[in-house]
């Protein structure tokens, strides 16, 4: 009995001693996009905050949802919102929906080679691009050239979201070339003179945004600041965190509250993109 009793209370000990030492960390996955964003607050915070630790890990959008499902993160980053069987799913895991908070402004940029004399598409040649509609650079006003086309794995929001709002749900061309970040699709436009990319406009280093027209007839508009949260470019949208409903109190709300705070939406500006209005800081 001694022996039983001994045995407990060690494995109460321990139990104690490993919140303890869990106590102070946050984990953070999902969404490639919001990767750097995500490490430069993370940096900051614990810069202010030493007791707390902050992992940050990417994988896209959909497998950030799923480790919140799981219980293996405590806030999903997304550039798109959870979709309606994530979200079944993890209602009947928790019993009640997932918290989602708006964090930033995204114009999703489309990327060509900086050696590409092309400056600008509509929506409907991008689209015909994707999807193997249209092959030659000659066709948009470029060189005699084939179009390379690299984009993103499907578990990334990034791609969900071009699929939905460029390619208004068709399929992506067989010859597309399926890069698992946007760092790397930046990273083969750069090299490649006549390819062609798409993601957050954070990762623009080394290559052309073009600028965008919402229908042919249209100007072309570039994703500036000012473009993207007066809505006249046509590819916007919010980045997301998402984070169970226990965590509405404590040190990750302290967290999330620090994120949409001035000095977190200042990093926000730093990365690349572009901070919430006012109105939308809750």
């Not at 900051?44 to 993160?73: C, D, H, W």
């Not at 993890?90 to 997932?98: A, C, S």
Request: aromatic share 8%.
């Amino acid at each position: 009995m001694k022996n039983i009793t001994s045995k407990l209370l060690t494995l109460c000990l321990v139990g104690v001693l490993t919140a303890t030492a869990d106590a102070g960390n946050i984990t953070v996955k999902g969404s490639d996009t919001l990767v750097i964003l995500a490490q430069k607050w993370a940096e900051a915070y614990m810069r202010e905050n030493p007791e707390t630790k902050i992992q940050v890990n990417g994988g896209g959008s959909g497998i950030g949802f799923a480790a919140l499902q799981n219980k293996t993160t405590d806030i999903a980053n997304a550039s798109r919102k959870m979709k309606s069987k994530e979200m079944e799913a993890f209602v009947r895991e928790f019993g009640r929906r997932p918290v989602e908070y708006k964090v930033a402004l995204d114009g999703l940029s489309i990327y060509v080679n900086e050696d590409n004399p092309v400056d600008e598409l509509s929506l409907a040649q991008i689209e015909q691009i994707y999807t193997g509609k249209i092959n030659n650079w000659k066709e948009l006003g470029g060189k005699e050239a084939p179009i390379t086309i690299f984009s993103r794995e499907n578990s990334s929001g990034t791609y969900e979201f071009f699929k939905e709002h460029v390619l208004q749900g068709k399929d992506f061309a067989a010859n597309a070339q399926t890069l698992q970040g946007t760092a790397q699709v930046i990273q083969n436009v750069a090299k490649e003179k006549n390819g062609i990319g798409y993601g957050g406009g954070a990762y623009g280093s080394g290559v052309k945004h073009l600028k965008i027209k919402k229908e042919d007839a249209a100007p072309a508009i570039e994703p500036s600041e000012e473009n993207v949260v007066n809505g006249s470019y046509p590819i916007w949208r919010y980045l997301y965190i998402y984070v169970s409903p226990a965590s509405e109190k404590g040190e990750i709300a302290d967290y999330i509250k620090w994120i949409l705070s001035d000095e977190g939406q200042r990093l926000v500006k730093e990365s690349g993109y572009y901070p919430l209005p006012a109105d939308l800081r809750k």
